[in-house]
């Protein structure tokens, strides 16, 4: 499974990133959820998720070498890509 997300830095620096299974597994050892629970039709998709998806996503490439919080700190925006995902991420973390 992959998926690609988009996100925005406060100081306007903008990245694409894919998601892969490591990343959605350490966001279920985190969470304690299930991927299930992320399904449009469970309405189980927040903010957080989404955040907390990339920031797995950037760490695992090493793009982000700072913890959850402070990298969250750094972030106006984060959503999901709509389009296929691309095959690395495109902008380092600031």
């Known amino acids: 499974m992959q998926q690609a997300f988009e996100y925005t830095y406060m100081d306007g620096v903008h ?3 894919v998601v892969m299974a490591p990343d959605f597994v350490r966001w279920e050892l985190t969470t304690k959820q ?7 039709e469970r309405n189980g998709v927040g ?12 760490t695992r490439t090493g793009l982000v070498t700072s913890g959850f919080e402070e990298w969250l700190n750094t972030v106006a925006d984060v959503e999901w890509a709509d389009d296929e995902p691309s095959p690395t991420p495109t902008k380092s973390a600031p």
């Open 34 to 40: 299930k991927m299930s629970d992320l399904s449009p």
């Open 15 to 17: 990245g694409r990133v």
């Open 47 to 58: 903010i957080g998720d989404t955040a907390r998806l990339i920031w797995c996503a950037l």
